[in-house]
């Protein structure tokens, strides 16, 4: 059996430190679905899987387990099965034993023998039962522990960070092994990690969380592809999307374009619609994105429909074997985006008048993912740290492009770029996405 989670307007305020961790957060979790939570450090992802678990208090809002009110249900009446990021296994017991021992609990009348063989069966650990933990290596102990959670047929997995502590090598093993298991069982996973790559490599979605506020849930293409604000689009993707900040141009009489600085992107005529759209943001401040596939290097003459020209100066190159990342300065000015790598809600008065609350309520909704703080900074930061060091101090470019090993690039060079705006995200002054428009329905077999 698997079950639907669901969670309504769920919230959890540790009144120790008077902060609202997790911020009337909603998701419907479908049976046997496999969704990641995803976020920086300290948004509230364990947090959210704890109080799924029930080991955590509910403050406001309700959980629902296949549709019943599940708040005040114990851990053991959930049929919920928890892996953690410290596995903790019990240091005097064989694997067999530890992958045994929740079983026993539960009927301890009944040989667990055949479950827990059928279980090292399907996890390959066959030859781990009869060793102890100290025995075993990280990897191994990871695998017994999800033994653990498997062997007793839990109608639900929650997983935090299970593979944080391994090496990259193993950690992209246990990944494939964890999506076909789950897979195979068809039980509903949660899943926790600030990791994106690995967030997009297992999640049928991924819901993004910022200070406790889920800022989009959907498909892995989708956020990536049509990222809700300039948070998510920041998060998700490697290298991270280039955000430079722009003016926007439009007069009735000329190509519209947008300033970023000392050069400018022109807008190819015909105006797509999404193009059309940016008109009104005229001579507004605006967040333009621009993942590393839409530019690539080429001359003007090079250029194919819907490709504009810019030119950006070397800073520094990165080899990485099969491509190469070019940090470019095109006197742009990068937009700032907090909470990316270390996100800690701010504390904030919980204890407030009625009247204030619902005012103060209905004003965050309103400002929807800006209920955790602008999503972007676009005041002068006092002291912004470098997007990427480079190894002789340098100061980092404005845009980092991808391209082939065969460019022969250095230090100082004049590179002429072209860049395709077809591939053009643009966000308002808030960070939420402008361009592409937000009610278009993803086109992804284009
Ligand atoms: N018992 C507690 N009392 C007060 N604050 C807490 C408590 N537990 C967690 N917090 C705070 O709640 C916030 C969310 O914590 P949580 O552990 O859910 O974050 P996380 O997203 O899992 O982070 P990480 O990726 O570092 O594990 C943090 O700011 C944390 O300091
Ligand atoms: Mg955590």
């Not at 333009?288 to 530019?295: I, K, N, P």
């Not at 770029?417 to 428009?437: K, M, N, S, T």
């Amino acid at each position: 059996m698997t079950r639907a989670i669901s969670l309504h307007d769920v919230s959890k305020v540790y009144y120790a430190s008077d902060a609202r961790v997790v911020d009337r957060l909603s998701l419907d979790i479908a049976p046997g679905e496999f969704l990641v939570l995803l976020g920086p450090s300290g948004c509230g992802k364990s947090t959210v899987l704890r109080m799924i678990a029930g080991l955590e208090q509910i403050t406001d809002g309700r959980l629902l387990l296949d549709g019943e009110y599940a708040n005040d249900l114990p851990p053991s009446g959930r049929d919920i099965a928890m892996v953690f990021q410290n596995f903790a296994l019990y240091p005097t017991m064989t694997g067999r034993d530890n992958i045994g021992f929740p079983l026993r609990i539960e009927a301890p009348s009944t040989d667990p023998s055949p479950r827990v063989d059928a279980t090292a069966r399907m996890l390959g650990i066959e030859d781990l039962l009869d060793r102890y933990p100290g025995q075993l290596s990280g990897g191994e102990r990871q695998r017994v522990a999800m033994g653990r959670a498997i062997a007793r047929h839990p109608s639900a997995f929650l997983m935090d960070e299970p593979l944080s502590n391994l090496d990259a090598k193993l950690r992209n093993r246990l990944r494939a092994e964890i999506a076909s298991l789950t897979r195979k069982l068809g039980v509903t996973t949660v899943y926790v990690t600030h990791d994106q790559s690995e967030a997009m490599s297992l999640g049928d979605r991924v819901a993004v969380l910022r200070g406790g506020v889920l800022q989009q849930v959907d498909t892995p293409r989708s956020v990536y592809a049509l990222p809700r604000n300039v948070f998510v689009a920041a998060f998700i993707g490697t290298p991270r999307i280039n955000l430079l900040r722009g003016l926007v141009r439009a007069p009735l009489d000329g190509a519209m374009t947008i300033n970023l600085g000392k050069q400018a992107l022109r807008l190819p005529e015909p105006l797509s619609l999404d193009h059309k759209l940016l008109r009104v943001q005229q001579g507004r401040e605006v967040i333009v994105g621009l993942r590393s596939e839409a530019v690539r290097i080429g001359r003007l003459a090079e250029a194919r429909p819907g490709e504009t020209h810019i030119t950006g100066l070397v800073e520094h190159v990165e080899f990485q074997g099969h491509e190469v990342l070019v940090h470019f300065n095109t006197g742009s000015r990068p937009a700032v985006v907090p909470d990316l790598e270390a996100a800690r809600p701010q504390a904030r008065p919980v204890r407030r008048r009625r009247r204030e609350t619902r005012m103060l309520d209905r004003l965050r909704a309103r400002a929807g993912s800006l209920r955790a703080g602008p999503v972007v900074a676009l005041d002068e930061p006092a002291e912004q740290p470098p997007a990427v060091a480079s190894p002789d101090g340098r100061q980092p470019g404005d845009l980092v492009v991808r391209t082939t090993p065969d460019f022969d690039l250095r230090y100082g060079m004049h590179v002429p770029l072209l860049v395709d705006v077809a591939h053009l995200f643009v966000f308002d002054q808030h960070g939420e996405r402008i361009c592409p428009a937000p009610d278009r329905l993803p086109d992804l077999d284009e």
